[in-house]
């Protein structure tokens, strides 16, 4: 799957940090200790080599010895004042303290204990140094789920019970499933349940608005070893569906961004090419044609000339007015 561009930036942002601690550190060393291959450690680097602040001369940017660099051995030089502890205005301040306030109100029920320590101790640090602009903040995160839904998949959430939902998915195809529920995210601006599927055997993510009902049931929700580690859960796409590659403009960069993707290959004109594996070829529809703007070339031809039909239907239904 292709790295989105927020992961890479907080991985940058780290290296610095790590470099600064540590004096020289070998290359195969930053690949293990940040979970990377050492190609992609060097090409990190190569990126915050030529990064810096505004002005952008030599002087102003990021900086590494270059003969330890030759040698397979990273040792930073000049951090550009990114490893100074960060001084946070009032305005920032409050808007940190309302995300935290809203998350310890809603979320905060959900999370295993270490977590939930973690998220009140950081709150009550940050209230105490807010000072008197902590007073005015009463935030709470609007979960745009049924409330009777919401109501029973906290109730699950908070008893360890299993849960059994009635869900329609993207597709408009409506089944009942058994889940052992994991927690409530929120994520671009969607509210969703993270949850063990029994019917698929693995995690899967439920948005909240398409949970038509939601029971709690006598039976207790299983452990499943490893699943819901994350602090965030993402789509996970059927890996037996097929392939389909997009060739697209530089301005459809959203798509590799947004839409977890199996390659990302960028080509001399600018453009690139996205490798998607499709589960529901519904999905994929609707992706073509949010981007069509932008959409180059798709392969196999037979998607290309679905989608084109779709569109075609959908203009053909308003009629005169399509003109």
């Known amino acids: 799957m292709a790295e989105r561009a927020s992961e890479r930036l907080l991985r ?63 040792r930073l030089t000049e951090a550009r004042g990114m490893t100074r502890p960060l001084r946070l205005g009032t305005r920032e301040a ?12 809603d979320l905060g029920p959900t999370l295993d204990p270490e977590q939930a320590e973690v998220l009140r101790s950081t709150l009550a640090k940050l209230t105490a140094a807010t000072g008197e602009a902590a007073g005015a903040v009463d935030v709470r995160l609007a979960v745009d789920g049924r409330p009777e839904v919401v109501a029973a998949i906290r109730r699950a959430l908070a008893t360890g019970r299993r849960l059994r939902i009635r869900y329609v998915n993207a597709s408009d195809v409506t089944s009942d499933r058994d889940v052992d529920p994991l927690r409530m995210t929120t994520s671009d601006e969607r509210s969703y349940l993270q949850a063990w599927c029994l019917r698929a055997g693995d995690e899967r993510l439920f948005r909240l608005d398409r949970v038509l009902a939601a029971e709690v049931l006598d039976a207790p929700a299983e452990p499943h070893p490893g699943a819901g580690r994350g602090a965030t859960a993402e789509f996970r796409f059927d890996l037996t569906g097929d392939v389909a590659t997009l060739h697209l403009r530089s301005t459809g960069r959203w798509v590799a961004e947004t839409v977890p993707v199996e ?13 998607v594996r499709v589960g529901q070829r519904a999905f994929l529809r609707s992706l073509l044609l949010q981007a069509a703007d932008d959409v180059l070339g798709v392969r196999p031809p037979e998607v290309a000339r679905d989608v084109a039909a779709r569109a075609r239907a959908a203009l053909a239904a308003y009629g005169p007015l399509a003109g």
């Open 263 to 275: 390659a990302v290959r960028n080509l001399p004109d600018g453009s690139f090419e996205v490798d």
């Open 12 to 74: 940058l942002l780290g290296m610095i940090g790590y470099l600064d601690r540590n004096d020289g550190v070998s290359v195969e060393q930053l690949a293990e200790h940040f979970g990377v291959t050492p190609a992609q450690v060097m090409a990190d680097v190569d990126t915050l080599w030529m990064s810096g602040t505004p002005g952008y001369y030599p002087h102003d940017l990021i900086d590494f010895d270059a003969d330890s660099y030759d040698r397979g051995e990273i």
């Open 94 to 105: 409050v808007t940190l303290l309302a995300a935290l306030s809203a998350m310890v109100a």
